[in-house]
């Protein structure tokens, strides 16, 4: 039982860095396409 709720911390720590990457890296992409800082910033209040 303690094994398994520590797979399943880091699984769930391993999610979360993946989730704020894909955010980070949408973030920039918008940005690079020149057009959309208003539209990024309100993609970021949003999630």
């Known amino acids: 039982m303690i094994g398994q709720s520590v797979i399943f911390s880091l699984f769930v ?3 979360r ?4 990457n894909l955010k980070h890296t949408a973030r ?3 940005i690079g396409t020149g057009g959309a800082e ?3 910033d309100e993609l970021l209040l949003a999630a």
């Open 38 to 40: 208003i539209a990024s």
């Open 13 to 15: 720590a391993v999610g």
């Open 17 to 20: 860095a993946i989730a704020l």
């Open 28 to 30: 920039l992409a918008l």
